[in-house]
Protein backbone atom coordinates (compact mmCIF):
# COMPACT_ATOMS: atom_id res chain seq x y z
CA UNK A 1 0.00 0.00 0.00
CA UNK A 2 1.72 3.72 -0.59
CA UNK A 3 1.57 5.38 2.44
CA UNK A 4 0.98 9.10 -0.06
CA UNK A 5 -2.11 7.80 -0.90
CA UNK A 6 -3.30 7.18 2.55
CA UNK A 7 -2.03 10.33 3.92
CA UNK A 8 -3.20 12.20 0.50
CA UNK A 9 -6.33 11.10 0.69
CA UNK A 10 -6.60 11.78 4.77
CA UNK A 11 -5.73 15.34 4.03
CA UNK A 12 -8.41 15.92 1.48
CA UNK A 13 -11.07 14.29 3.54
CA UNK A 14 -10.19 16.06 6.93
CA UNK A 15 -10.38 19.33 5.55
CA UNK A 16 -13.61 18.97 3.58
CA UNK A 17 -15.12 17.51 7.19
CA UNK A 18 -13.25 19.95 9.55
CA UNK A 19 -14.58 22.73 7.38
CA UNK A 20 -18.38 20.85 6.94
CA UNK A 21 -18.46 20.74 11.02
CA UNK A 22 -17.03 24.20 11.89
CA UNK A 23 -19.42 25.73 9.27
CA UNK A 24 -22.34 23.75 11.22
CA UNK A 25 -21.18 24.71 14.38
CA UNK A 26 -21.28 28.19 13.49
CA UNK A 27 -24.68 27.96 12.14
CA UNK A 28 -26.24 26.61 15.27
CA UNK A 29 -24.34 29.78 17.14
CA UNK A 30 -26.11 32.27 15.57
CA UNK A 31 -28.06 33.74 17.95
CA UNK A 32 -31.60 35.13 17.15
CA UNK A 33 -31.24 37.65 19.83
CA UNK A 34 -29.37 40.69 19.04
CA UNK A 35 -27.03 41.10 21.35
CA UNK A 36 -27.28 44.27 23.97
CA UNK A 37 -24.38 45.57 23.13
CA UNK A 38 -26.06 46.06 19.49
CA UNK A 39 -29.04 47.53 20.24
CA UNK A 40 -27.98 51.36 19.08
CA UNK A 41 -26.93 50.58 15.84
CA UNK A 42 -29.31 47.29 14.62
CA UNK A 43 -32.62 46.99 14.56
CA UNK A 44 -34.45 43.81 14.17
CA UNK A 45 -34.66 44.11 10.44
CA UNK A 46 -31.24 44.71 10.31
CA UNK A 47 -29.83 42.01 12.44
CA UNK A 48 -32.22 39.43 10.86
CA UNK A 49 -30.30 40.33 7.28
CA UNK A 50 -26.94 39.94 8.97
CA UNK A 51 -27.88 36.51 10.13
CA UNK A 52 -29.37 35.41 6.80
CA UNK A 53 -26.22 37.06 5.28
CA UNK A 54 -23.81 34.10 6.96
CA UNK A 55 -26.56 31.49 6.23
CA UNK A 56 -26.50 31.98 2.82
CA UNK A 57 -23.06 32.18 2.65
CA UNK A 58 -22.58 29.15 4.50
CA UNK A 59 -25.18 27.65 2.44
CA UNK A 60 -23.24 28.25 -0.73
CA UNK A 61 -19.90 27.24 1.23
CA UNK A 62 -21.33 23.74 1.54
CA UNK A 63 -21.69 23.13 -2.17
CA UNK A 64 -18.78 24.98 -3.70
CA UNK A 65 -16.49 23.08 -1.05
CA UNK A 66 -18.12 19.10 -2.02
CA UNK A 67 -18.27 20.67 -5.32
CA UNK A 68 -14.60 20.90 -5.05
CA UNK A 69 -13.83 17.92 -3.14
CA UNK A 70 -14.90 15.89 -6.32
CA UNK A 71 -12.96 18.24 -8.75
CA UNK A 72 -9.72 17.08 -6.54
CA UNK A 73 -10.74 13.64 -6.50
CA UNK A 74 -11.44 14.25 -10.25
CA UNK A 75 -8.19 15.13 -10.57
CA UNK A 76 -6.08 12.59 -8.56
CA UNK A 77 -8.06 9.55 -9.71
CA UNK A 78 -9.99 10.77 -13.06
CA UNK A 79 -13.39 8.99 -13.42
CA UNK A 80 -12.54 5.70 -14.94
CA UNK A 81 -16.25 4.61 -15.51
CA UNK A 82 -16.74 7.36 -17.46
CA UNK A 83 -13.59 7.14 -19.25
CA UNK A 84 -12.13 10.44 -17.68
CA UNK A 85 -8.33 9.93 -16.74
CA UNK A 86 -6.58 11.18 -13.91
CA UNK A 87 -6.55 14.93 -14.86
CA UNK A 88 -3.03 15.35 -13.62
CA UNK A 89 -1.51 12.75 -15.84
CA UNK A 90 -3.40 13.67 -18.81
CA UNK A 91 -2.41 17.76 -18.65
CA UNK A 92 1.06 16.24 -18.33
CA UNK A 93 0.94 13.73 -20.98
CA UNK A 94 -0.73 16.71 -23.75
CA UNK A 95 1.94 19.39 -22.49
CA UNK A 96 5.04 16.80 -23.24
CA UNK A 97 3.41 16.11 -26.49
CA UNK A 98 5.27 19.46 -27.42
CA UNK A 99 8.53 18.56 -26.58
CA UNK A 100 9.92 21.38 -24.97
CA UNK A 101 11.93 21.58 -22.02
CA UNK A 102 11.13 21.36 -18.45
CA UNK A 103 10.69 25.18 -17.83
CA UNK A 104 8.50 25.67 -20.65
CA UNK A 105 5.99 22.61 -20.28
CA UNK A 106 6.28 23.72 -16.70
CA UNK A 107 5.08 27.07 -17.50
CA UNK A 108 2.50 24.95 -19.64
CA UNK A 109 1.30 22.74 -16.94
CA UNK A 110 0.52 25.20 -14.71
CA UNK A 111 -1.07 27.72 -17.18
CA UNK A 112 -3.27 24.44 -18.02
CA UNK A 113 -4.31 23.83 -14.38
CA UNK A 114 -4.90 27.18 -13.61
CA UNK A 115 -7.12 27.71 -16.57
CA UNK A 116 -8.88 24.78 -16.39
CA UNK A 117 -9.92 25.18 -12.54
CA UNK A 118 -10.68 28.81 -13.13
CA UNK A 119 -12.98 27.80 -15.83
CA UNK A 120 -14.76 25.39 -13.47
CA UNK A 121 -15.51 27.90 -11.12
CA UNK A 122 -16.81 30.73 -13.25
CA UNK A 123 -20.22 29.87 -12.38
CA UNK A 124 -19.59 29.98 -8.52
CA UNK A 125 -18.08 33.41 -9.25
CA UNK A 126 -20.67 34.81 -11.00
CA UNK A 127 -23.24 33.29 -8.55
CA UNK A 128 -21.34 34.70 -5.53
CA UNK A 129 -21.21 38.21 -6.80
CA UNK A 130 -24.43 38.59 -9.26
CA UNK A 131 -26.65 36.71 -7.14
CA UNK A 132 -26.14 36.22 -3.38
CA UNK A 133 -24.11 39.67 -2.93
CA UNK A 134 -26.72 41.32 -4.94
CA UNK A 135 -29.25 40.60 -2.87
CA UNK A 136 -28.11 41.71 0.12
CA UNK A 137 -26.72 45.08 -1.49
CA UNK A 138 -23.13 44.93 -1.36
CA UNK A 139 -22.81 44.33 -5.16
CA UNK A 140 -21.65 47.38 -7.18
CA UNK A 141 -19.39 45.79 -10.23
CA UNK A 142 -20.70 44.68 -13.71
CA UNK A 143 -20.46 42.07 -15.70
CA UNK A 144 -17.88 43.84 -17.80
CA UNK A 145 -15.81 44.91 -14.60
CA UNK A 146 -16.04 41.39 -13.22
CA UNK A 147 -14.34 40.28 -16.81
CA UNK A 148 -11.92 43.16 -17.11
CA UNK A 149 -10.97 42.07 -13.65
CA UNK A 150 -10.37 38.18 -14.73
CA UNK A 151 -8.34 39.28 -17.63
CA UNK A 152 -6.31 41.97 -15.63
CA UNK A 153 -5.44 38.83 -13.06
CA UNK A 154 -4.65 36.69 -15.95
CA UNK A 155 -1.85 39.32 -17.45
CA UNK A 156 -0.45 40.26 -13.58
CA UNK A 157 -0.08 36.44 -13.58
CA UNK A 158 1.88 35.46 -16.64
CA UNK A 159 3.60 39.49 -16.33
CA UNK A 160 4.75 38.56 -12.01
CA UNK A 161 4.07 34.43 -12.09
CA UNK A 162 5.36 33.37 -14.77
CA UNK A 163 9.03 34.53 -14.03
CA UNK A 164 9.11 33.34 -10.05
CA UNK A 165 8.14 29.93 -11.00
CA UNK A 166 10.35 29.54 -14.05
CA UNK A 167 12.87 30.53 -11.94
CA UNK A 168 11.76 28.20 -9.03
CA UNK A 169 11.57 25.28 -11.26
CA UNK A 170 15.30 26.18 -12.66
CA UNK A 171 16.47 26.27 -9.31
CA UNK A 172 15.03 23.08 -8.38
CA UNK A 173 16.22 21.37 -11.60
CA UNK A 174 19.68 22.57 -11.30
CA UNK A 175 20.83 22.84 -7.87
CA UNK A 176 20.10 19.93 -6.13
CA UNK A 177 20.78 20.57 -2.13
CA UNK A 178 20.65 24.49 -2.25
CA UNK A 179 18.03 24.83 -4.70
CA UNK A 180 15.67 25.48 -1.71
CA UNK A 181 17.92 28.30 -0.05
CA UNK A 182 17.50 30.19 -3.67
CA UNK A 183 13.79 29.83 -3.77
CA UNK A 184 13.37 31.19 -0.68
CA UNK A 185 15.43 34.18 -1.34
CA UNK A 186 13.77 34.88 -4.21
CA UNK A 187 10.37 34.29 -3.24
CA UNK A 188 11.19 36.89 -0.26
CA UNK A 189 12.86 39.36 -2.00
CA UNK A 190 9.88 39.22 -4.03
CA UNK A 191 7.89 39.79 -0.93
CA UNK A 192 10.24 42.89 -0.42
CA UNK A 193 9.78 44.69 -4.36
CA UNK A 194 6.26 43.78 -4.84
CA UNK A 195 4.60 46.35 -2.07
CA UNK A 196 6.13 49.61 -4.24
CA UNK A 197 5.28 47.59 -7.62
CA UNK A 198 1.67 46.79 -5.91
CA UNK A 199 0.88 50.06 -4.92
CA UNK A 200 2.50 52.31 -8.09
CA UNK A 201 1.34 50.10 -11.07
CA UNK A 202 -1.17 46.80 -9.38
CA UNK A 203 -3.55 49.05 -6.97
CA UNK A 204 -4.64 51.63 -9.92
CA UNK A 205 -5.25 48.98 -12.31
CA UNK A 206 -8.06 48.17 -10.15
CA UNK A 207 -8.99 51.30 -8.63
CA UNK A 208 -9.04 55.35 -8.77
CA UNK A 209 -7.32 56.74 -5.99
CA UNK A 210 -7.78 60.27 -5.28
CA UNK A 211 -6.21 62.62 -2.45
CA UNK A 212 -8.71 63.26 0.25
CA UNK A 213 -10.03 66.62 0.04
CA UNK A 214 -9.26 69.56 2.30
CA UNK A 215 -11.64 69.90 4.97
CA UNK A 216 -11.86 69.26 8.66
CA UNK A 217 -10.82 65.55 8.09
CA UNK A 218 -8.11 65.91 6.41
CA UNK A 219 -6.78 68.44 9.26
CA UNK A 220 -7.96 66.08 12.24
CA UNK A 221 -6.02 63.34 10.75
CA UNK A 222 -3.07 65.16 10.22
CA UNK A 223 -2.71 66.59 13.11
CA UNK A 224 -2.95 63.31 14.60
CA UNK A 225 -0.17 61.89 12.34
CA UNK A 226 1.84 64.68 13.53
CA UNK A 227 1.39 64.19 17.27
CA UNK A 228 2.06 60.49 16.91
CA UNK A 229 5.21 60.97 14.40
CA UNK A 230 3.69 59.15 11.72
CA UNK A 231 4.30 60.61 8.45
CA UNK A 232 2.50 59.60 5.09
CA UNK A 233 3.60 60.10 1.90
CA UNK A 234 -0.47 59.65 0.89
CA UNK A 235 -3.75 60.10 1.97
CA UNK A 236 -6.27 59.31 -0.72
CA UNK A 237 -9.61 57.59 -1.28
CA UNK A 238 -9.85 54.98 -3.42
CA UNK A 239 -13.51 53.98 -5.14
CA UNK A 240 -14.37 50.67 -3.48
CA UNK A 241 -17.75 51.25 -4.18
CA UNK A 242 -16.88 50.67 -7.92
CA UNK A 243 -17.04 47.20 -6.93
CA UNK A 244 -18.62 46.63 -3.85
CA UNK A 245 -20.67 48.14 -0.74
CA UNK A 246 -18.04 46.28 2.12
CA UNK A 247 -15.65 49.19 3.50
CA UNK A 248 -12.75 48.94 4.65
CA UNK A 249 -9.27 50.86 5.19
CA UNK A 250 -5.82 49.88 4.36
CA UNK A 251 -2.19 51.11 5.04
CA UNK A 252 0.62 50.11 2.66
CA UNK A 253 3.60 51.00 1.89
CA UNK A 254 7.17 51.66 4.33
CA UNK A 255 9.07 53.61 5.54
CA UNK A 256 9.09 56.87 3.68
CA UNK A 257 6.53 55.58 1.39
CA UNK A 258 4.12 54.60 3.71
CA UNK A 259 0.32 55.44 2.49
CA UNK A 260 -3.11 54.92 3.82
CA UNK A 261 -6.29 54.08 1.13
CA UNK A 262 -9.71 54.85 2.83
CA UNK A 263 -12.60 53.14 0.90
CA UNK A 264 -14.93 56.05 -0.67
CA UNK A 265 -17.88 53.52 0.97
CA UNK A 266 -16.24 53.85 4.89
CA UNK A 267 -16.29 57.38 4.30
CA UNK A 268 -19.72 57.17 3.64
CA UNK A 269 -20.83 55.16 6.54
CA UNK A 270 -18.41 56.52 9.51
CA UNK A 271 -18.35 60.30 10.71
CA UNK A 272 -15.17 62.35 11.05
CA UNK A 273 -13.93 60.82 14.36
CA UNK A 274 -14.93 57.32 14.05
CA UNK A 275 -12.71 57.48 10.81
CA UNK A 276 -9.90 59.25 12.79
CA UNK A 277 -10.09 56.24 15.94
CA UNK A 278 -9.52 53.49 12.25
CA UNK A 279 -6.76 55.52 10.99
CA UNK A 280 -4.81 55.06 14.79
CA UNK A 281 -5.81 51.62 14.83
CA UNK A 282 -3.69 51.40 11.16
CA UNK A 283 -1.14 53.54 12.99
CA UNK A 284 -0.68 51.58 15.42
CA UNK A 285 -0.21 47.91 13.70
CA UNK A 286 3.49 49.81 11.84
CA UNK A 287 4.09 51.61 15.38
CA UNK A 288 4.10 48.28 17.23
CA UNK A 289 5.85 46.51 14.25
CA UNK A 290 3.15 43.84 13.72
CA UNK A 291 4.03 44.69 9.75
CA UNK A 292 7.45 43.99 10.18
CA UNK A 293 7.02 40.85 12.38
CA UNK A 294 4.29 39.96 9.76
CA UNK A 295 6.91 40.23 7.06
CA UNK A 296 9.22 37.81 8.93
CA UNK A 297 7.52 35.39 10.13
CA UNK A 298 5.50 34.87 6.55
CA UNK A 299 9.31 34.43 5.52
CA UNK A 300 10.39 32.10 8.15
CA UNK A 301 7.21 30.07 7.30
CA UNK A 302 8.26 29.59 3.47
CA UNK A 303 11.52 29.12 4.43
CA UNK A 304 10.24 25.89 5.89
CA UNK A 305 7.95 25.30 3.70
CA UNK A 306 11.01 25.09 0.63
CA UNK A 307 13.02 23.34 2.41
CA UNK A 308 10.68 20.24 2.97
CA UNK A 309 9.60 20.51 -0.46
CA UNK A 310 13.25 19.84 -1.56
CA UNK A 311 12.67 16.39 -0.03
CA UNK A 312 9.92 15.28 -1.95
CA UNK A 313 11.05 16.94 -5.08
CA UNK A 314 10.05 14.29 -8.10
CA UNK A 315 9.43 11.32 -5.21
CA UNK A 316 8.61 8.71 -7.23
CA UNK A 317 5.61 6.76 -4.75
CA UNK A 318 4.32 10.47 -4.28
CA UNK A 319 3.97 10.82 -8.05
CA UNK A 320 2.31 7.11 -8.06
CA UNK A 321 -0.82 8.48 -6.36
CA UNK A 322 -1.69 10.68 -9.22
CA UNK A 323 -1.65 8.03 -11.72
CA UNK A 324 1.53 10.35 -12.84
CA UNK A 325 4.00 8.43 -15.82
CA UNK A 326 6.69 10.46 -15.69
CA UNK A 327 8.17 12.97 -12.70
CA UNK A 328 8.73 16.45 -12.80
CA UNK A 329 10.39 19.38 -10.88
CA UNK A 330 6.66 21.36 -11.41
CA UNK A 331 4.27 18.20 -11.06
CA UNK A 332 6.12 18.03 -7.84
CA UNK A 333 5.17 21.55 -6.92
CA UNK A 334 1.51 20.86 -7.28
CA UNK A 335 1.39 17.46 -5.07
CA UNK A 336 3.86 18.76 -2.58
CA UNK A 337 1.38 21.42 -1.81
CA UNK A 338 -1.57 18.78 -1.38
CA UNK A 339 1.11 17.27 0.61
CA UNK A 340 1.73 20.13 2.76
CA UNK A 341 -1.43 21.55 3.66
CA UNK A 342 -1.84 19.78 7.35
CA UNK A 343 1.15 22.40 7.79
CA UNK A 344 -0.04 25.13 6.81
CA UNK A 345 -3.37 25.28 8.00
CA UNK A 346 -1.67 24.32 11.41
CA UNK A 347 0.76 27.58 10.82
CA UNK A 348 -2.52 29.13 9.69
CA UNK A 349 -3.77 28.99 12.77
CA UNK A 350 -0.66 29.82 14.62
CA UNK A 351 -0.49 33.49 12.29
CA UNK A 352 -4.47 33.76 13.30
CA UNK A 353 -3.94 33.46 16.95
CA UNK A 354 -0.96 36.23 16.64
CA UNK A 355 -2.84 38.60 14.52
CA UNK A 356 -5.70 38.48 16.83
CA UNK A 357 -3.83 39.53 19.76
CA UNK A 358 -1.97 42.50 17.12
CA UNK A 359 -5.68 43.68 16.61
CA UNK A 360 -6.00 43.63 20.34
CA UNK A 361 -3.04 45.60 20.10
CA UNK A 362 -3.61 47.79 18.13
CA UNK A 363 -6.67 48.75 19.11
CA UNK A 364 -5.75 49.67 22.58
CA UNK A 365 -2.91 51.67 20.63
CA UNK A 366 -5.78 53.91 18.80
CA UNK A 367 -7.55 54.22 21.99
CA UNK A 368 -4.48 55.64 24.24
CA UNK A 369 -3.33 58.14 21.32
CA UNK A 370 -6.07 59.26 19.43
CA UNK A 371 -8.20 58.89 22.83
CA UNK A 372 -11.48 58.28 21.83
CA UNK A 373 -11.89 54.56 22.00
CA UNK A 374 -16.31 55.14 22.33
CA UNK A 375 -15.65 56.64 18.39
CA UNK A 376 -13.40 52.80 17.85
CA UNK A 377 -16.43 51.39 19.36
CA UNK A 378 -19.04 52.68 17.33
CA UNK A 379 -17.13 52.97 14.09
CA UNK A 380 -16.50 49.17 14.77
CA UNK A 381 -20.31 48.83 15.11
CA UNK A 382 -21.45 50.45 12.35
CA UNK A 383 -18.75 48.63 9.99
CA UNK A 384 -20.66 45.10 11.56
CA UNK A 385 -23.70 46.91 10.42
CA UNK A 386 -22.77 47.57 6.90
CA UNK A 387 -21.09 44.52 6.06
CA UNK A 388 -24.00 42.57 8.15
CA UNK A 389 -20.98 40.88 9.81
CA UNK A 390 -21.29 37.52 12.22
CA UNK A 391 -22.18 39.29 15.97
CA UNK A 392 -21.81 35.76 17.51
CA UNK A 393 -19.42 33.51 15.55
CA UNK A 394 -18.56 29.70 16.72
CA UNK A 395 -15.28 30.17 18.72
CA UNK A 396 -13.97 27.36 16.99
CA UNK A 397 -14.69 29.20 13.52
CA UNK A 398 -12.83 32.04 15.94
CA UNK A 399 -9.64 30.31 16.50
CA UNK A 400 -9.04 28.46 13.18
CA UNK A 401 -10.45 30.99 10.67
CA UNK A 402 -10.34 34.44 12.03
CA UNK A 403 -7.76 37.06 11.60
CA UNK A 404 -9.50 39.55 13.96
CA UNK A 405 -11.60 38.88 17.13
CA UNK A 406 -14.80 39.12 16.80
CA UNK A 407 -16.19 42.43 17.28
CA UNK A 408 -17.86 42.03 20.42
CA UNK A 409 -14.52 41.08 22.34
CA UNK A 410 -13.04 43.97 20.41
CA UNK A 411 -15.98 46.27 21.98
CA UNK A 412 -15.40 44.75 25.75
CA UNK A 413 -11.78 45.25 25.78
CA UNK A 414 -11.91 48.68 24.48
CA UNK A 415 -14.39 49.81 27.27
CA UNK A 416 -11.57 49.68 29.40
CA UNK A 417 -10.26 52.64 27.71
CA UNK A 418 -12.79 54.51 28.22
CA UNK A 419 -12.63 57.39 30.35
ZN1 LIG B 1 -6.12 45.83 12.48
Given amino acids: ?71 SLMFIFGFPQL ?13 RLYGYGNIVAGLMFFGLLTLITDFINIPFGLYKTFVIEERFGFNKTTYSTYFTDKLKAYFLMILLGAPLLSLTFFFFETYD ?15 LIIQPIYNIFIAPMYNKFTPLDKGTLLTKINDYLKNVDFPVKKLEVMDGSKRSGHSNAYFSGMGKNKRIALFDTLMEQMDEDEILSVIAHEVGHYKLKHVHTGIFLSAVQSGIMFFILSLFINNRTLFDVFGMQETSVYASLVFFSILY ?79
Avoid at 392 to 410: A, D, E, M, Q
Fill in 1 to 71: MNIYFIIIIGIIFFEYTLSFVVRTLNLNSLDPNLPKEFEDTFDNDKYLKSQEYTKTNSKFAYITSTFSLLV
Fill in 83 to 95: GINPVYNEIDQFV
Fill in 177 to 191: NYAWIFAWVLIVSFT
Fill in 341 to 419: TPISMIMGVFFSIISRKNEFAADEYSAKTANMPECLISGLKKMSKENLSNLTPHWLNVFLNYSHPPVLKRIEALKQYNK
